[in-house]
């Protein structure tokens, strides 16, 4: 594909429901990154990918928040019993290389906002 | 703990004036410093990153570790800038970015 992509790119939940959120990240690459950004603030940073292995999920939320890569490449967000203050877009960018050797750019998907009513 | 603080929400310059994005950071180790930038409708990508040493659009940055900054500067905006520029840090060998909450750019004709 071109670039990074995510579906759905809009999605609106009633407050309690799961959703899920899907990432197809640049083929090939081994990073992937999940990024949640609200209204008016710069995206935080959620958890890391390196192939299937999760390397990171300092920035989950809470345990309402699931991430998975089973195969190493598509990438599952998870949010069950959605609540308001989960409304947000969330973005997904992959790179190309493992993260521990020289940075290498992060490309990002187009984010999915996700309403939570 | 790392932090990225813009203190700017808005700017607004003439055509053709300089610049300058204001990017504080703190973070006790050595940091990896980029700048993303948003055009209206379209993804986040990256502008420039503070190892290379790049000139990207005119834009230029320079880490200062003495006082923490890693400001955007460019000599001579142009209408096409108008975009959110958010900076962000990347700690060594590993995986988490901290962004600012951005700066929203407007240069006028």
């Known amino acids: ?117 | 703990a790392q932090r990225v603080t813009q203190p700017e929400k808005l700017l607004s310059v003439f055509k053709g004036a300089p610049v300058e994005l204001k990017c504080n950071y703190s973070y006790s180790g050595s940091p990896e410093l980029f700048w993303y930038v948003q055009y209206s409708r379209q993804r986040l990508q990256l502008l420039l990153r503070h190892i290379s040493r790049e000139s990207i659009k005119g834009f230029t940055a320079d880490l200062n570790k003495g006082e923490t900054s890693f400001h955007l500067k460019k000599p001579f905006a142009q209408e096409e800038d108008s975009a959110m520029y958010y900076c962000a840090l990347m700690t060594t060998n590993a995986g988490k970015s901290t962004f600012g909450d951005g700066t929203t750019l407007t240069v006028k004709p």
């Open chain 1, 1 to 117: 594909g071109a670039g990074v992509s995510q579906s759905p790119r809009y999605k609106v939940a009633k407050r309690g429901q799961d959703v899920a959120l899907r990432c197809d990240p640049i083929s090939g690459h081994v990073s992937l990154f999940w990024y949640q950004q609200a209204l008016g603030q710069g995206p935080e940073f959620l958890t890391y990918f390196q192939n299937e292995a999760q390397l990171d999920k300092s920035g989950l939320p809470s345990d309402r928040f699931f991430a998975e890569r089973p195969e190493g490449s598509v990438s599952t967000l998870k949010i069950q019993r959605t609540q308001q203050e989960d409304s947000a877009v969330y973005l997904c960018a992959s790179t190309k290389r493992p993260i521990a050797e020289f940075y290498n750019e992060q490309f990002f998907g187009p984010g999915t906002r996700l309403t939570v009513l």
